[in-house]
C-alpha cells in the first residue's frame, strides 16, 4: 500500500494503490493527500492488526446489512428457512452486533461473542449455524467494497461432539419389528442382517439376489468400497423367499426392485422414513434410533461375537476400517461363515427361528409350514429359474 499523486488537467489528486482480498491490485483516489494518507493508514493498521481491511469509508451498520439479507433471504429461500434465518438474526446477531458500523466488528469481537453464546450453554450446532448466517451477513459488506475479506473466515467454530453410534439391543429390534408394517418386515432383518445403506437395499433388484446360494450383490453404492457380495445365511434367506411369495403378483419386470413399497413400487427414502420407520420408532419408544442404527447395530454385534475386522468392513462396505486392516489382512470365507453365524445368534436373541422347512415361534413353540415355488430371473440374461422354497410369518 502506498500514495502516489497524480497531475492531470484537472490539478493534483492522490492515489492509494492496494492488494484486494482476491490478489488483484486495486486502488482509490482522493482530492486530498489527508484523506489518502488516513486511508492507507486506516489499511496499513488493519493489516498489521489482523482485522478485516477497510477498502471504502462506511459508517453503514451492521442492522441495515442484517435487515438486507433477510429481505434477499425472503426471495431465494424457502420460507422455514427465512423464518429460522430471522430468528437468529433477531435474536443474537442485532443484540451482539447491531449498533456497531461493519468496520467495526472483527475476528476478535466475533470470536468473543462465539465463546460467550458456547459459555452461555447455547449448542455447538447453534454457535455453529450462528456463525454462518454471520457470515452470509458479512459477506455483503465485502461485496460493497466496505471489506476487504470477511472477518468470519478466520473465526475458529466449535468442534461437533462425534456422535456415539446408537445399537439397538436383539430385545429392541424385535419390539421395533412388531411395530414395522408386514410388507416391510424382510428389509429391516436384511438391514441388521448385513449393515447396508438404506440407499443400497431400495436400489436393490431382485436379480441382484441369488436365492439358491443365498447371496446378495450390490452393483451400485455409496463408495468403491460399497460393490460387494453378501453373504446371507438361513435366516434372510428364508425371510427373502417368503418376502418374494408374498410379492409374487406385483413382481412383472424382472430387472425390478427387490423390495417394494405398498402399491408394488420401488421404496423411496424418505417416504419410507416419515409414514413407515420414523412412527415405527416412535410406538415402539425407541426414538433415540434411526435407520442407520440398524447398520451401526448389525457392525457391533459380528465385533461383540469376534468376527474379524476386515469381513465386517467388507460386509458393512466401508471404505477402511484401519488402514493396516485394509492392506494386509484379507477377509476369508471363514470369516463370512462366522458373520452369517453370529447373526444367526442375533436373529435367535431377537425371537426369529427359521428353519429350510418351517418357522418356529419362540412364544407359541408352533410350527408353520408354507410350501410353493417362485420364478426368479437372472441379471441381464432375461432367463428364469425355478425353485422350491419354505416360509411362514414373522412375529
Same mark, same amino acid.
Given at each position: 500500500?502506498?500514495?502516489?499523486?497524480?497531475?492531470?488537467?484537472?490539478?493534483?489528486?492522490?492515489?492509494?494503490?492496494?492488494?484486494?482480498?482476491?490478489?488483484?491490485?486495486?486502488?482509490?483516489?482522493?482530492?486530498?493527500?489527508?484523506?489518502?494518507?488516513?486511508?492507507?493508514?486506516?489499511?496499513?493498521?488493519?493489516?498489521?492488526?489482523?482485522?478485516?481491511?477497510?477498502?471504502?469509508?462506511?459508517?453503514?451498520?451492521?442492522?441495515?446489512?442484517?435487515?438486507?439479507?433477510?429481505?434477499?433471504?425472503?426471495?431465494?429461500?424457502?420460507?422455514?428457512?427465512?423464518?429460522?434465518?430471522?430468528?437468529?438474526?433477531?435474536?443474537?446477531?442485532?443484540?451482539?452486533?447491531?449498533?456497531?458500523?461493519?468496520?467495526?466488528?472483527?475476528?476478535?469481537?466475533?470470536?468473543?461473542?462465539?465463546?460467550?453464546?458456547?459459555?452461555?450453554?447455547?449448542?455447538?450446532?447453534?454457535?455453529?449455524?450462528?456463525?454462518?448466517?454471520?457470515?452470509?451477513?458479512?459477506?455483503?459488506?465485502?461485496?460493497?467494497?466496505?471489506?476487504?475479506?470477511?472477518?468470519?473466515?478466520?473465526?475458529?467454530?466449535?468442534?461437533?461432539?462425534?456422535?456415539?453410534?446408537?445399537?439397538?439391543?436383539?430385545?429392541?429390534?424385535?419390539?421395533?419389528?412388531?411395530?414395522?408394517?408386514?410388507?416391510?418386515?424382510?428389509?429391516?432383518?436384511?438391514?441388521?442382517?448385513?449393515?447396508?445403506?438404506?440407499?443400497?437395499?431400495?436400489?436393490?433388484?431382485?436379480?441382484?439376489?441369488?436365492?439358491?446360494?443365498?447371496?446378495?450383490?450390490?452393483?451400485?453404492?455409496?463408495?468403491?468400497?460399497?460393490?460387494?457380495?453378501?453373504?446371507?445365511?438361513?435366516?434372510?434367506?428364508?425371510?427373502?423367499?417368503?418376502?418374494?411369495?408374498?410379492?409374487?403378483?406385483?413382481?412383472?419386470?424382472?430387472?425390478?426392485?427387490?423390495?417394494?413399497?405398498?402399491?408394488?413400487?420401488?421404496?423411496?427414502?424418505?417416504?419410507?422414513?416419515?409414514?413407515?420407520?420414523?412412527?415405527? +420408532?416412535? /410406538?415402539? #419408544? $425407541?426414538?433415540?434410533? &434411526?435407520?442407520?442404527? !440398524?447398520?451401526?447395530? @448389525?457392525?457391533?454385534?459380528?465385533?461383540?461375537?469376534?468376527?474379524?475386522?476386515?469381513?465386517?468392513?467388507?460386509?458393512?462396505?466401508?471404505?477402511?476400517?484401519?488402514?493396516?486392516?485394509?492392506?494386509?489382512?484379507?477377509?476369508?470365507?471363514?470369516?463370512?461363515?462366522?458373520?452369517?453365524?453370529?447373526?444367526?445368534?442375533?436373529?435367535?436373541?431377537?425371537?426369529?427361528?427359521?428353519?429350510?422347512?418351517?418357522?418356529?415361534?419362540?412364544?407359541?413353540?408352533?410350527?408353520?409350514?408354507?410350501?410353493?415355488?417362485?420364478? +426368479?430371473? /437372472?441379471? #441381464? $440374461?432375461?432367463?428364469? &429359474?425355478?425353485?422350491? !422354497?419354505?416360509?411362514? @410369518?414373522?412375529?
Amino acid at each position: 500500500m502506498s500514495v502516489h499523486k497524480k497531475h492531470n488537467k484537472k490539478g493534483t489528486t492522490y492515489q492509494v494503490r492496494f492488494t484486494q482480498a482476491d490478489g488483484r491490485q486495486g486502488s482509490r483516489t482522493f482530492l486530498t493527500k489527508k484523506v489518502a494518507d488516513e486511508f492507507d493508514q486506516r489499511m496499513k493498521l488493519a493489516r498489521r492488526d489482523g482485522l478485516t481491511s477497510v477498502l471504502l469509508p462506511s459508517k453503514k451498520l451492521f442492522r441495515q446489512y442484517a435487515l438486507e439479507y433477510l429481505a434477499n433471504s425472503k426471495v431465494e429461500a424457502a420460507p422455514r428457512t427465512t423464518a429460522r434465518r430471522a430468528g437468529i438474526v433477531n435474536k443474537y446477531l442485532l443484540p451482539a452486533f447491531g449498533t456497531y458500523p461493519v468496520t467495526r466488528i472483527d475476528r476478535q469481537f466475533i470470536q468473543q461473542q462465539m465463546n460467550t453464546w458456547a459459555s452461555s450453554g447455547l449448542s455447538v450446532f447453534s454457535v455453529r449455524t450462528h456463525r454462518q448466517v454471520l457470515r452470509e451477513i458479512m459477506s455483503l459488506a465485502v461485496k460493497d467494497r466496505v471489506l476487504v475479506s470477511n472477518p468470519v473466515v478466520d473465526v475458529k467454530s466449535p468442534k461437533l461432539p462425534k456422535p456415539e453410534p446408537k445399537v439397538m439391543s436383539p430385545e429392541q429390534f424385535q419390539l421395533l419389528l412388531t411395530e414395522i408394517p408386514h410388507e416391510f418386515q424382510a428389509m429391516l432383518i436384511v438391514a441388521v442382517g448385513t449393515g447396508m445403506r438404506i440407499s443400497e437395499l431400495i436400489g436393490l433388484n431382485l436379480c441382484n439376489l441369488d436365492i439358491d446360494k443365498g447371496m446378495l450383490s450390490i452393483k451400485r453404492a455409496k463408495t468403491k468400497a460399497g460393490i460387494r457380495t453378501i453373504e446371507l445365511g438361513e435366516t434372510m434367506t428364508n425371510v427373502l423367499k417368503r418376502y418374494l411369495a408374498d410379492t409374487a403378483h406385483f413382481r412383472s419386470d424382472i430387472d425390478g426392485p427387490l423390495f417394494l413399497s405398498e402399491r408394488g413400487k420401488r421404496i423411496h427414502d424418505s417416504n419410507f422414513r416419515r409414514r413407515v420407520f420414523n412412527p415405527a +420408532l416412535k /410406538t415402539a #419408544g $425407541l426414538t433415540k434410533f &434411526r435407520f442407520h442404527s !440398524l447398520r451401526a447395530t @448389525s457392525s457391533t454385534w459380528l465385533f461383540q461375537e469376534s468376527v474379524p475386522i476386515p469381513v465386517v468392513t467388507s460386509r458393512s462396505g466401508h471404505e477402511s476400517v484401519k488402514t493396516t486392516m485394509d492392506h494386509y489382512v484379507i477377509a476369508t470365507k471363514l470369516g463370512q461363515q462366522m458373520a452369517v453365524k453370529a447373526i444367526e445368534g442375533f436373529f435367535e436373541a431377537a425371537g426369529l427361528a427359521f428353519t429350510n422347512s418351517s418357522l418356529s415361534s419362540s412364544e407359541t413353540g408352533e410350527s408353520v409350514a408354507l410350501p410353493g415355488r417362485i420364478e +426368479l430371473p /437372472t441379471c #441381464g $440374461l432375461g432367463n428364469r &429359474r425355478s425353485i422350491q !422354497l419354505s416360509y411362514g @410369518s414373522l412375529v
